[in-house]
């Protein structure tokens, strides 16, 4: 199975349209159905920051850790509310959408810095209840799915040649996958299955500061290896498996063309091509025409252009942003991020700094454009002593 991720991850297919599993769970079917940014900065530049931001896109260059003298850190909420218009028949989805996203602190010594980081890149809370077909009568149906990734890491980084105008990052710990699913028509066996495991994570990235104006930077995370467990999984035995989550690349610039406006673009691929798993998404099919069980299988990675700017105000207290995101790779499979367009401002008093955002993301189902929207609103309390 080939799956996505900001940042991340396993990947949410939720069937065809018009079909009658719709519904269906897919093992590893998360980061393509939820907002996939880590905070306030990256969504209102729509991930056009992810290479050479803040320190809270640890998660994508652990070389930003080396950025700040002192000690500095931030933690970010977000809720989210979605439209899924691939939806069709008697079919409504509600979804939960409020989510702890990250947290980060770090703290530089001379040329060395330290710190914890802990990421949310993927993330499903959805109820689907109405009337479902089944074998030719509507019956009431519902249908309970969860999941998440979350990473938990250490990171370090140290500022690099003879003017310190480089820095080299790693990030190293590990990654949680938890996965239930419920559902079934009233009055019957739920159908019922849980996954769950833990691998490790580890990233790598650069950052280079040639002058007060310009940056770069690129940071890379390899696919995590995580074990599962299955419990129950369309009535199967406990097994346990291997699961391989997309690698990530992040390349990008930031440039001042003036001291009140700052520019940023960025290049993101997720390397669904590169992530599998040992479980398959649907049992078995019974007689007269048993397979061993689908697989939702890509064989594209999806790559993303992001482009943002930043205007500060009030001697910088005030900052004013704004980006937009658009995938450039065609991928006409399950539920695929489009575009993203995002809005946001920070305010800085003292050494703390208040962010928020406001981001619209449309996704593609099948190759038809526009067929979820998901409103993001994400805040972000950050420091520097």
């Known amino acids: 199975m080939r799956i996505m991720i900001l940042a991340l991850v396993l990947t949410a297919v939720l069937g065809a349209a018009a079909g009658a599993d719709v519904t269906r769970t897919t093992l590893g079917d998360i980061p393509r159905t939820y907002s996939h940014y880590l905070t306030a900065y990256q969504a209102s530049l729509a991930g056009a920051g992810s290479a050479t931001g803040d320190v809270g896109a640890c998660y994508y260059n652990p070389a930003l850790a080396a950025r700040y003298e002192g000690v500095s ?34 703290k530089r010594n001379g040329s060395l810095s330290f710190g914890f980081n802990y990421s949310c890149p993927s993330y499903r809370s959805v109820e689907y209840t109405g009337l479902k077909d089944d074998d030719g009568t509507m019956k009431d149906f519902a249908s309970e799915q969860t999941g998440s990734l979350r990473a938990f890491e250490l990171v370090f980084a140290s500022l690099i040649g003879s003017n310190q105008q480089g820095a080299l990052g790693i990030s190293v710990g590990l990654a949680s996958l938890d996965e239930t699913m419920r559902e079934g028509f009233t009055g019957e066996t739920l159908d019922k299955a849980r996954v769950r495991g833990m691998g490790t994570t580890m990233s790598l990235g650069f950052l280079f500061d040639p002058t007060e104006t310009f940056s770069a930077g690129v940071g890379y995370r390899w696919g995590a290896e995580i074990n599962t467990r299955s419990d129950g999984w369309y009535g199967e035995d406990r097994r346990d498996e291997t699961t391989k989550t997309q690698s990530m690349l992040v390349t990008g610039f930031t440039f001042k063309p003036v001291q009140a406006v700052t520019v940023h673009a960025g290049y993101l691929v997720d390397g669904w091509d590169m992530a599998e798993t040992e479980l398959s998404a649907y049992p078995p099919t019974p007689a007269p025409n048993p397979t061993s069980g689908e697989r939702d299988e890509f064989g594209d990675a999806l790559s993303t252009v992001a482009l943002g700017a930043e205007v500060s105000l009030m001697e910088e207290r005030l900052v004013l942003r704004t980006g937009y995101s658009m995938q450039t790779a065609e991928i006409d499979e399950g539920v695929v991020p489009e575009n993203s367009l995002g809005f946001g401002a920070s305010w800085r008093f003292s050494e703390y700094v208040l962010e928020g955002a406001i981001v619209r993301e449309s996704f593609s189902e099948g190759g038809e454009s526009a067929q979820m929207t998901n409103y993001g609103v994400y805040v972000t309390v950050g420091y520097i002593f």
Do not use: H, M
């Not at 509310?81 to 770090?106: C, T």
């Open 73 to 106: 850190g931030q933690a970010t909420v977000r809720f989210n509310i979605k439209n899924r218009d691939y939806i069709v028949g008697d079919l409504e989805a509600a979804d939960d959408g409020f989510l702890f996203s990250n947290v980060v602190a770090v």
